[in-house]
C-alpha cells in the first residue's frame, strides 16, 4: 500500500449547485501523490460531480480545486494534465485502437515526433496486454477489450490524476474481477494517482487505498476499506461498506471508553464509541454479521442471547443464518465453515444463542 | 385491402413506368410504341438547348447543395446550444421552409427580390462614380441559387442535427480530456462523425434543386434550367425525346437519392458500433 506523502490535488470547500440542487456540498479531501483513492456513494451523491470537477468538465459555484498547489477552477478540462476513463469508455468510433490512443500525444504543441507518439501507443498498447491490436477497429473489440483500450488511451498520456467513471459498470461479474486485480497492478507499476467513483462497495474496498464514502452531496467518511470496516462513523457508512445488523438504542451512561446504551427491549448493552456520544442520545448500534457467535449452549461472553433460528443459506466457505430474537428481532450471523464444522448444522425451527465478544457492538450515529 | 394497394402503386408509377418505356420508343409519337431504339437518348444528349439547360441546372444545383450543406451544418451546429421559445421558433421556421408549397416560395422571392433590387439599383447608380457603368441587379443563377439554398438548407439542418443530437456527448468530452482545444475537437471528433449526414445534405440539395421547376420557374430570369425547358418544350408537343431526359434525370436523382440513405444508414452503423 502507497502511503500519502505529498498532495497532488486537493478540494477546498467545494460545492456545486445545478439550478436549486446541490450536488457537491462543501468537499474537503487532499488526494496524495501515487494513491488509489475511490469516491463510493449510491448514485446522485454527487461522486461523480467531484470527479467531473477534477477534471474540469464543471466549474465548482464555491471553493476551490487544487492540482499540483495552483488553483485550477477556472482551467478548462483540455488544458489539465489529467486524463479520465469514462463509464462507457467514450471511444472515437471513427479512429482506430492506435489513433485512439494516439489521440492525446498528437494535441500536445509542440508537436511529438511521429516516431515517439508510435512507440509510445505501442508501449501502452502491451500494458494493458493488447499488443498487436493497434489497427484495429473500435467495433471489432469486446467490451472487455474497448475498456483496456479507453486505459491506454489515458496513461499513455501520462497523467497526474487518472479519473475512471464507473469503468467496471458494463464488464460482466468474472471480468470485472480479473479487471479489478489489473487496475490495481496497473496502479502500483505505474504510480499514477488513480481516482475512483463506483457504487460498487467490493470494488472500492478492494482496490483503494482510500476510500470517500459519500451521501448526498456531502463526504461522510473517508479512510482505508479496514478503517471503514472496522470503524464506521455512522450507519449509512457501516451499512455501505459491508452488511451489518442495525438495531435502535439510547445511551444510559457515556464513560469515556466504555458506553451503556438501553436497547428498545430495556435490555442493556456495552459497546465502544466511534463518535462523541452524551448519555440521553439516541444512537445505532450495529454488529458485523461475522463478529457473531451461534452457539447451542449459553457462552460466558459479552452478551448472549437466545434466538429461534429462522433461515439458512449455504454459501460455501461461510454458512448466513438468520436467526430471531423474541425483543431485538432478527440477526444475520455469518458462520464460517471450521466454527459450523465444530457446532453443527442447524436447522430453522431450533433454538441457540447469539453471542459476541467486548468491543464487536459498535455505536453509531443515527 | 391488397388490391387496393395495388392500385394506388399503380396509379403512382405507371405514368413514370410509361415515360421510361416511350423514351424508348422508336417512332416520333408519344402515344404509339412502333419498335424500340436508344435513338431519342442520341437526339436528347446532341441538343445544344438541352445541354445548355442540363448545365445551368448542374451548375445551380451543385452550388446550391455547396452552400446548403456548409450553411445547414453550422445552422445545427449552433441551434444545439439554443433552448427555450427561441428553439420552438426556429424548429417552426425550419418546418415552414420545408412545408411551405414551392409556389409560394417562388412569387414571394420574386416579389422580395424585385422590390429589393427596384430600391438598390437607383441606390447604386447614384452612389456610383461618375462616367462608370454601374452594376445592375436582376435574376439570374445567383436568384436561383439562393431561392433554393433558402429552403434545401432546411433539410440540412434537419439531418445533420439528427446525426448531432445522436451523437454520444462523452466522445466530445473525451476529447477535451485528452487535451483538444474546441476547435480541435470539431475538426477531429464532431466533423468526421457527422460527415456522412452533411454529405446525405449535400445529396439530397443536390437532387431537390436540380428537379425543381416552380421556384425556379419564378427567378430564373433569363436562365433556363433542364426544368423549366422540358417545360416549354412540352407546349409544343410530347416527343420521345423529353420522354428521354426525362427518364435520364429521374434515374440520375434516384441514384443519388439511394446514395443519401447509404450513407445516412451507414453512418447511423458506425456510431452506434
Redesign the interface.
Known amino acids: 500500500m502507497s502511503v500519502a506523502i505529498q498532495t497532488i490535488a486537493e478540494l477546498r470547500g467545494v460545492t456545486k449547485i445545478f439550478g436549486d440542487v446541490v450536488a457537491a456540498d462543501s468537499l474537503d479531501l487532499a488526494i496524495g501523490e501515487g494513491e488509489f483513492l475511490s469516491f463510493l456513494g449510491p448514485s446522485g451523491c454527487g461522486k461523480t460531480t467531484a470527479l467531473r470537477m477534477l ?3 464543471e466549474k465548482p459555484t464555491k471553493g476551490e480545486v487544487l492540482l499540483d498547489g495552483q488553483v485550477v477552477n477556472d482551467l ?4 489539465r494534465p ?3 476513463v ?3 469508455y ?5 479512429l482506430s485502437v492506435s489513433d485512439n490512443i494516439a ?2 500525444l498528437r ?2 504543441r509542440p508537436r511529438i515526433e511521429r516516431k515517439i507518439i508510435s512507440a509510445k501507443v505501442e508501449q501502452a498498447l502491451e500494458t494493458v496486454r493488447l499488443g498487436g491490436f493497434g489497427p484495429r477497429r ?2 471489432e473489440m469486446s467490451g472487455g477489450q474497448q475498456q483496456r483500450v479507453a486505459l491506454a ?1 489515458a496513461i499513455v ?1 501520462e497523467p497526474k490524476l487518472l479519473l475512471l467513471d464507473e469503468p467496471m459498470a458494463a464488464l460482466d461479474r468474472k471480468l470485472r474481477k480479473e479487471m479489478q486485480i489489473e487496475l490495481q497492478n496497473l496502479q502500483r507499476q505505474l504510480g499514477i494517482t488513480f481516482v475512483l467513483v463506483t457504487h460498487d462497495q467490493e470494488e472500492a474496498l478492494s482496490m483503494s487505498d482510500r476510500i470517500c464514502v459519500m451521501e448526498g452531496g456531502r463526504i461522510v467518511q473517508v479512510g482505508s476499506p479496514r478503517e471503514l470496516y472496522d470503524t464506521p462513523r455512522s450507519r449509512y457508512v457501516a451499512g455501505f461498506v459491508g452488511t451489518s445488523n442495525f438495531f435502535d438504542a439510547t445511551v444510559t451512561d457515556a464513560s469515556p471508553n466504555h458506553i451503556t446504551v438501553q436497547m428498545a427491549s430495556g435490555r442493556q448493552l456495552h459497546g465502544t464509541p466511534e463518535i462523541p456520544i452524551d448519555t440521553g442520545q439516541a444512537v445505532c448500534v450495529s454488529i458485523r454479521p461475522e463478529q457473531i457467535a451461534l452457539t447451542r449452549a449459553e457462552r460466558a461472553a459479552e452478551a448472549a442471547l437466545p434466538v429461534t433460528i429462522h433461515n439458512r443459506i449455504f454459501l460455501g466457505e461461510h454458512t448466513e443464518y438468520l436467526a430471531r430474537n423474541e425483543a431485538l428481532g432478527d440477526f444475520l450471523v455469518l458462520v464460517p465453515r471450521q466454527a459450523e464444522l465444530n457446532e453443527g448444522t442447524f436447522n430453522a425451527g431450533e433454538q441457540a444463542f447469539v453471542s459476541w465478544d467486548e468491543g464487536a457492538l459498535l455505536i453509531l450515529e443515527k | 385491402m391488397r388490391l387496393y394497394a395495388v392500385c394506388v402503386y399503380l396509379f403512382l408509377y405507371a405514368p413514370i413506368a410509361i415515360i421510361a418505356l416511350f423514351s424508348f420508343n422508336a417512332g416520333r409519337h408519344a402515344s404509339q410504341f412502333t419498335g424500340f431504339s436508344a435513338q431519342w437518348y442520341g437526339k436528347a444528349l446532341n441538343n445544344p438547348f438541352v445541354m445548355d439547360a442540363l448545365q445551368t441546372s448542374l451548375i445551380a444545383a451543385f452550388l446550391t447543395a455547396c452552400f446548403a450543406s456548409v450553411l445547414g451544418t453550422m445552422a445545427a451546429i449552433a441551434l444545439q446550444g439554443v433552448t427555450g421559445w427561441l428553439r420552438t421558433l426556429f424548429d417552426a421556421l425550419i418546418y415552414i421552409a420545408i412545408m411551405i408549397p414551392g409556389i409560394v416560395i417562388g412569387i414571394a422571392t420574386l416579389i422580395a427580390l424585385v422590390t429589393v433590387f427596384g430600391w438598390l439599383n437607383p441606390l447604386v447608380a447614384a452612389l456610383w462614380p461618375e462616367g462608370g457603368t454601374p452594376p445592375q441587379f436582376s435574376m439570374g443563377m445567383h436568384t436561383i441559387v439562393a431561392a433554393h439554398t433558402m429552403f434545401t438548407m432546411a433539410l440540412v439542418i434537419i439531418i445533420v442535427r439528427a446525426r448531432l443530437s445522436g451523437m454520444d456527448r462523452s466522445l466530445m468530452e473525451a476529447s477535451a480530456d485528452l487535451f483538444a482545444t474546441p476547435w480541435g475537437t470539431f475538426r477531429q471528433v464532431t466533423l468526421p462523425l457527422i460527415a456522412p449526414a452533411i454529405l446525405a445534405g449535400f445529396l439530397l440539395s443536390f437532387t431537390f434543386s436540380f428537379d425543381d421547376f416552380i421556384i425556379a420557374f419564378f427567378v430564373a430570369g433569363s436562365e433556363t434550367t433542364l426544368p423549366i425547358y422540358i417545360f416549354s418544350s412540352i407546349r409544343r408537343g410530347v416527343t420521345p425525346e423529353i420522354n428521354a431526359i426525362g427518364t435520364m434525370v429521374m434515374a440520375a436523382s434516384l441514384l443519388l437519392l439511394v446514395l443519401a440513405q447509404v450513407l445516412l444508414r451507414r453512418g447511423a452503423a458506425k456510431s452506434a458500433g
Not at chain 1, 478548462?76 to 488544458?79: I, K, L, M, Q, T
Not at chain 1, 467514450?90 to 471513427?94: E, I, K, M, R
Request: positive net charge; hydrophobic residues 40%.
Open positions: 477534471a474540469g468538465f478548462d478540462a483540455h488544458r489529467v486524463n479520465m469514462f463509464q462507457h467514450a471511444l472515437f468510433p471513427h489521440y492525446g494535441q500536445q473500435i467495433w488511451r498520456n
